[in-house]
């Protein structure tokens, strides 16, 4: 007897790892920036101390999160994974990380659980066994037969310590093959947080998080939020990128701007959070964009599309590229007169258009 139930799970599965190598090929290959959407840090710049009073090679750049120490505040965010080349990018990341204490999220694992011989594209715990790690799925996938099971099936793939859930409605919608009805996954998140048996971390993925989310978020438990605000990578121009109806690839370059920017989502979400940690990415390109993060009031921040270049080529390009990151955060403590993270969250930053103080 044909097992039809079979033959539908690997003619899904083909159809995710066929959509994850074209993600990356994608992103690797065209413009699909945001346009007319900046991330908002340009807005802000920080008051110039000349007189630091600081040993620059003694500022103190660590973090704890989840039990685990980060020597700089970043994360190598959520990309990829599901496809025979995400195993070698993962693993490059993966060695960047370890040896800088980066902290790094995996892409969506939906293409491994459906498919356990993908699993291993994801698994980075060989050559990363300290750095803080996280798994991730899809939302809206609570919606379309997953759970609790499944949550901890990701867990377990890669040994991660968290879990992301991320948000992205936009690219549902302007995705030919995406999945629509988003009913009712605020209680779904909620189930998780009760049962999954990890700290859950919901995520948007570069259109951001509204202050208004952001405490529904807070009301159900989260361990955490990243905001993923927009002047990035564009997942509608992602979309648009990989379309062949004209009138659907049309529609996906409509949203080319649409999001909040990065900056004021955080300062929103910070407003909104109390006690939880809020990450920023979406657009984090310098390390002075994470100075300007941390500041406003991120604990964490994350950076991908900039990374995912070096990646295609060796774990040394990753390395060389956040280093200079880190390097660049900790010029921008030494130029505030800030010895470490705490210091540096408390700066002076000014707006540009008037020179007036940023009172947050």
């Known amino acids: 007897m044909v097992d039809f139930q079979k033959d539908i799970n690997n003619q899904i599965s083909k159809g995710t790892e066929t959509r994850k190598r074209e993600h990356i090929e994608t992103v690797l290959n065209a413009n699909v920036a945001a346009k007319g959407v900046k991330t908002g840090f340009e807005a802000f710049s920080f008051e110039h101390c000349a007189l630091p009073e600081l040993d620059l090679d003694r500022i103190n750049l660590a973090t704890t999160l989840y039990g685990k120490t980060l020597r700089a505040p970043i994360l190598i965010s959520s990309m990829t994974g ?29 293409a491994g659980i459906e498919n356990r011989s993908l699993s291993k594209t994801y698994s980075v715990r060989k050559v990363a066994p300290d750095i803080l790690l996280f798994a991730n799925l899809g939302g809206v996938q609570l919606n379309y037969g997953y759970g609790i099971d499944e949550a901890k099936r990701a867990v377990e793939m890669i ?11 936009l690219q549902e919608a302007v995705q030919g093959e995406g999945d629509r009805d988003w009913r009712g996954i605020l209680k779904k998140i909620e189930q998780l947080v009760s049962h999954a048996g990890v700290p859950i971390v919901v995520k948007e993925i570069g259109n951001g998080i509204s202050g208004k989310i952001v405490k529904k978020l807070v009301d159900i438990g989260v361990s955490a939020i990243d905001i993923a605000g927009a002047g990035g990578t564009s997942w509608s121009e992602v979309e648009a990128e990989r379309q062949t109806d004209l009138m659907l690839k049309k529609v996906a370059h409509s949203f080319a701007n649409w999001g909040i920017p990065t900056a004021y989502s955080l300062i929103d979400a910070v407003r909104e959070a109390g006690n939880i940690p809020i990450f920023a990415s979406g657009g984090i390109r310098t390390g002075i964009d994470v100075a300007k993060a941390i500041r406003l009031g991120a604990c964490l921040c994350g950076v991908a599309a900039p990374v995912l270049g070096p990646a295609d080529e060796d774990s040394e390009n990753v390395i060389k590229y956040m280093s200079s990151m880190i390097e660049e955060l900790r010029i921008s403590a030494f130029c505030t007169g800030s010895s470490c993270l705490k210091e540096l969250s408390q700066a002076p930053l000014r707006m540009l258009n008037d020179w007036s103080l940023v009172e947050i």
Do not use: T, V
Not at 89 to 108: F, H, P, T
Not at 159 to 169: C, G, K, M, V, Y
């Open 82 to 110: 599901g496809a025979p080349e995400a195993e070698i990018i993962n693993n490059r990341l993966a060695e960047c990380a370890q040896k800088l204490g980066l902290a790094m999220g995996l892409g969506s694992q939906r």
């Open 159 to 169: 040994e991660a310590d968290a879990l992301f859930i991320h948000l992205n409605p």
